[in-house]
């Protein structure tokens, strides 16, 4: 039986947007997802404008990154934009498909109002995302999201085990005290051993 291939995702941001953008990235990788990002996936000598059309063909869902920035900038995030909406009318209606996905707190574009957005600078708004992801990988026969929501967990440095203190090792002498010893010391040691040819 053949292995289903991982949700692919489109993320569509602005440029200005790419940190957070690569973040994203990240984050649904890590879900068990196959997210598809400019930096990320395209190579050296593609066409880019090319390989963009044909990821969004290819995709299972298309993520509109927005912010302050991408909403207000003029250029090809607002092609790219255009292009999502092209394709959401390909897909039935009802289906999850197109997901407007806030970086900040930003009023959305007309032509988006009638999606529901998630707000993806909360933890709430992450977890409704990942349910979004798992119905759309359910209903197209997606390999189901690996991850429980979490980024991918650090390394953590394994910590030292506790030192211990070298316990005292007897030496096996047994000494015998003949007659009063009040006010003498006794030292026992390997490094404490009497040169006999030093004896008064």
């Not at 909406?85 to 930003?106: N, T």
Request: net charge negative.
């Amino acid at each position: 039986m053949a292995s289903k291939h991982p949700l692919k995702i489109f993320i569509s941001y602005a440029s200005g947007d790419r940190a957070r953008a690569q973040e994203l990235h990240a984050y649904l990788v890590a879900q068990g997802t196959g997210p598809w990002l400019d930096t990320e996936n395209l190579l050296p000598g593609q066409d880019w404008k090319m390989e963009i059309a044909r990821a969004l063909d290819e995709t299972d869902l298309i993520l509109l990154c927005l912010s302050k920035t991408s909403v207000t900038r003029e250029g090809y995030v607002q092609k790219e934009m255009r292009l999502a909406l092209d394709r959401a009318l390909e897909i039935p209606q009802g289906e999850i498909f197109l997901i407007p996905a806030r970086f900040e707190e930003v009023e959305l574009p007309y032509s988006l109002r009638d999606y529901q957005w998630v707000d993806l600078y909360t933890e709430s708004g992450r977890k409704k995302l990942l349910k979004s992801l798992g119905l759309r990988a359910e209903k197209i026969g997606a390999a189901p999201l690996s991850g429980d929501g979490s980024p991918a967990p650090e390394i953590k440095k394994k910590k030292p085990a506790p030192r211990e203190e070298p316990a005292e090792k007897s030496s096996g002498a047994t000494i015998h005290v003949h007659g009063n010893i009040t006010g003498s010391n006794i030292v026992i040691g390997n490094d404490n051993r009497v040169d006999n040819n030093q004896k008064e």
